[in-house]
């Protein structure tokens, strides 16, 4: 059973406060978790506690510490840590609320990553076979984020991310290799033209360019430089974000960095948006985009699938928040097609579970993801393999909690050996 519970105020990758737990199982087993942080975070996510008033400029987490503390612990102590989908019923029920408003999601997911950790400790087995079972073997195919924009950055790319998709390497330690040769290529690629190589929140450049064109253009030279090809080593994915460039006024989306760097204004219809993904993914290997649309917009969603559904995956983040009665949603009208899963959306392991398993049902596609604020807590990448998801967002290969996803995914496939398989998610069977 559950002998013992903590909760203590750390710091993320932002330097804001963020929360992490500790659970002991018969005082010997130790669990310990720490949970990320959104800054594009959509609308519907589940409520992230925080203190306001002046400590950390608001941002402090004492409230949720607190709670994790007292009416958590009183919860779960002498409970048994094996029976997680019982234990995550304990917090939702605790809470009371829809949106996890009362006790936190923060303080919530960590006490429900704690728990599964300290779980996997007390079997002695590693987390990816604790969450997955046997014959867990499949290692993600890393999107790595290697140009930043967005929220992430403060350069004049208005949407989120462009990524790197390593689908032609033989298995995922070669696929990582490869993307970071691609990233200091792209580097080298920069500096050459006076841009700056300084790196956003997920470690991806933020130079000043023109568009996302320009952007794909950069991808392409980088992954060419490095000595290979586009469209068959490496496939190309994108991160909009739309629902941070909608304007409320008019509906439209709103380009100000690629206005500021063209010298005029440049606003998009969902239509427009539409058809500028389809010319994108004609002129370069771009097979995903995620929240192409607004999180509102799901006729714009359902005309987009229809649209571009066959060629794409069309990845519905802010649009489905990790929660499965708005993936059931879009099931249901054919919205988007993959679905970004985020613990920290929903608020805890079993519900997270949950929708991976509705999308696969539905033959909808999963990506494990962390968050633009992190720790170097590595949870996801066991989380990727356990689920076979094929494919985990995770940022480039650059700042200490990005890399260490990455470093446990190669200690994942070190250990699978010969068992492990991985496989570009996008080839026809
Ligand atoms: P966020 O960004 O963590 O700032 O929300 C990540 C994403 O949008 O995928
Ligand atoms: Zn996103």
């Not at 929360?19 to 087993?29: K, P, R």
Request: aromatic residues 6%.
């Amino acid at each position: 059973p559950i002998t013992y519970i903590y909760a203590r105020e750390i710091l993320d990758s932002r330097g804001n406060p963020t929360v992490e737990a500790e659970v002991i199982l018969d005082g010997i087993h130790k669990g310990r978790a720490s949970v990320p942080s959104g800054a594009s975070t959509g609308r519907f996510e589940a409520v992230e506690l925080r203190d306001g008033q002046e400590r950390f400029l608001g941002l402090g987490v004492e409230k949720a510490i607190s709670n994790v503390n007292t009416k958590i612990a009183n919860v779960l102590l002498g409970e048994n840590a094996l029976n997680q989908g019982y234990i995550d019923h304990l917090l939702i029920d605790a809470d009371g609320t829809e949106n996890k408003s009362n006790l936190g999601a923060n303080a919530i997911l960590a006490v429900s990553a704690a728990v599964a950790k300290a779980a996997a400790a007390a079997l002695g087995v590693p987390l990816y076979q604790y969450l997955g079972g046997v014959g867990t073997d499949v290692m993600p195919v890393p999107m790595m984020n290697v140009l930043n924009g967005g929220r992430h950055a403060a350069n004049s790319l208005d949407f989120q991310e462009f990524m790197i998709m390593p689908v032609g390497a033989c298995c995922f330690r070669e696929g990582l290799r490869m993307g970071v040769e691609v990233y200091h290529k792209l580097k080298l690629l920069l500096a050459k033209e006076g841009l700056s190589a300084a790196v956003g929140d997920e470690g991806g450049f933020a130079p000043d360019l023109k568009n996302a064109e320009e952007a794909f253009w950069y991808l392409k030279e980088a992954v060419e430089e490095a000595g290979y090809e586009p469209g068959t080593d490496f496939v190309f994915a994108m991160d909009a974000a739309a629902s941070e460039l909608v304007s409320e006024k008019s509906g439209r989306y709103e380009f100000p960095g690629e206005a500021k760097e063209g010298g005029h204004l440049v606003s998009r219809s969902a239509e427009d948006l539409i058809d500028y993904y389809e010319a994108l993914a004609e002129k370069y290997p771009l097979v995903s985009v995620e929240d192409g649309l607004s999180e509102d917009d799901w006729d714009g969603w359902q005309l987009m699938t229809e649209r571009l559904g066959e060629k794409l995956q069309l990845v519905g983040d802010d649009l489905f928040v990790t929660n499965t009665k708005r993936l059931a949603c879009g099931i249901q009208l054919g919205a988007a097609n993959a679905i970004l899963i985020k613990l920290n959306q929903i608020g805890t392991l079993t519900e997270s579970l949950n929708a991976i398993h509705m999308a696969h049902r539905a033959g909808y596609r999963t990506i494990i993801s962390h968050r633009s604020g992190e720790t170097c807590e590595s949870m996801i990448a066991d989380l990727a393999v356990a689920v076979g998801a094929g494919q985990i967002k995770t940022g480039a290969p650059c700042r200490a909690e990005r890399t260490e996803k990455y470093n446990q995914l190669l200690r994942i496939q070190e250990e699978l050996g010969e068992l492990s398989s991985y496989r570009n998610p996008f080839a026809k069977e």
